[in-house]
């Protein structure tokens, strides 16, 4: 019970951290443990270079880090190493290492191993308050490009009205699920569906209502698709959705609770109603050859196409017709 408490303190000390200090001279500790609650900054304290290494190993390490160079275990420059090694594509440390060495040789050696900062013991409080502060807004800079990077990555691949994924994104997914499919000799079924009568959706009930079915429809699918399962807007009023490990029969099934889940009830926004149909397709790779996305996607339109001929809200496959013997 007590380590659990101990444990569970920890946890909460490094969620609400801002600053790492991994120091071993008591008197030290005090001095930064006072200089950072006098500035408003939580922080945790490693007594020890193995302490503080499992410290940053946590996703919720602070990534403002201030390193003594000196350390029991691992030292400073190691650690500095290992945190630059680890640190992945989307997340940075930033490391103030702290030293009694004076050299021009170990301010390198300190900057090579991946410090970002060097301050020479005894420091200066408010020389270390304003390292600080550079650290901390070098962390918030590196936050914010990630944060743009992200956006604009996903843009790039999702629909901006739908969230689902584009066509140019899901297309590339069904062809990384065909080869992977490939490899384990297991059948992906994809369905293509369609919103039925959609010009008529926008014609008497606006293009706001349009956009606001689109959603929905989507919001219907992603509640009954399984949580690997892929789906894309096609383009207009069509989705696209990719099943892996899923034959013709499961998937016509599937299709058919998707189907139905559309209709269920109706789309309600601004005042108005209606209730939403839609007609799909279904294909199955083992008709194909492992690589023919074209003619898998083809067989889906075709099922399609009958679905819509038939009384639309509807489910249809494409029977192939099978090769004359010569």
Not at 121 to 134: G, S, T
Not at 213 to 240: N, P, S
């Amino acid at each position: 019970m007590e380590l659990q408490r101990a444990l569970l303190k920890e946890r909460d000390e490094l969620c609400h951290a801002q600053v790492l200090v991994a120091e071993d001279s008591a008197v030290y500790r005090h001095l930064l443990s006072s200089h950072l609650q006098e500035w408003g900054l939580p922080f945790i304290v490693a007594k020890d270079g193995s302490e503080a290494w499992r410290f940053l190993q946590r996703t919720d390490c602070p990534k403002l880090v201030l390193l003594d160079w000196v350390l029991p275990g691992i030292d400073g420059v190691e650690l500095c190493r290992r945190i630059r090694q680890a640190d992945a594509e989307n997340s940075y440390s930033y490391v103030i290492l702290l030293t009694g060495k004076t050299a021009k040789t170990d301010l390198l050696e300190a900057m090579d191993a991946g410090a970002d900062d060097y301050l020479v013991k005894p420091f200066d409080q408010m020389e270390l308050k304003a390292r600080l502060m550079v650290g901390k807004r070098i962390i918030a800079l590196h936050e914010q490009l990630v944060a743009a990077k992200d956006s604009l990555c996903y843009s790039a691949t999702h629909d901006s009205l739908t969230g689902a994924l584009n066509r140019g994104e899901v297309l590339d997914s069904l062809r990384r699920e065909l080869d992977r499919a490939r490899r384990s000799r297991k059948p992906v079924s994809i369905i293509l569906a369609d919103v039925d009568h959609f010009k008529d959706v926008n014609d008497t009930r606006g293009h706001l209502f349009g956009d606001e079915a689109l959603k929905e429809v989507t919001r219907r699918f992603r509640a009954k698709l399984r949580l690997y399962d892929i789906l894309g807007r096609y383009g207009g009023e069509e989705f696209l959705m990719v099943l892996p490990d899923c034959n013709l029969k499961s998937a016509m099934a599937r299709a058919d609770e998707l189907r139905a889940c559309i209709g269920s009830q109706p789309v309600v926004f601004s005042r108005a109603s209606k209730t939403i149909t839609a007609s799909m397709g279904v294909a199955v790779s083992t008709d194909h050859a492992a690589d023919d996305i074209t003619a898998l996607l083809g067989q889906a339109d075709r099922g399609l196409y009958a679905a819509k001929q038939q009384g639309r809200d509807c489910v249809r496959h494409f029977s192939m017709p099978r090769p004359e013997c010569g």
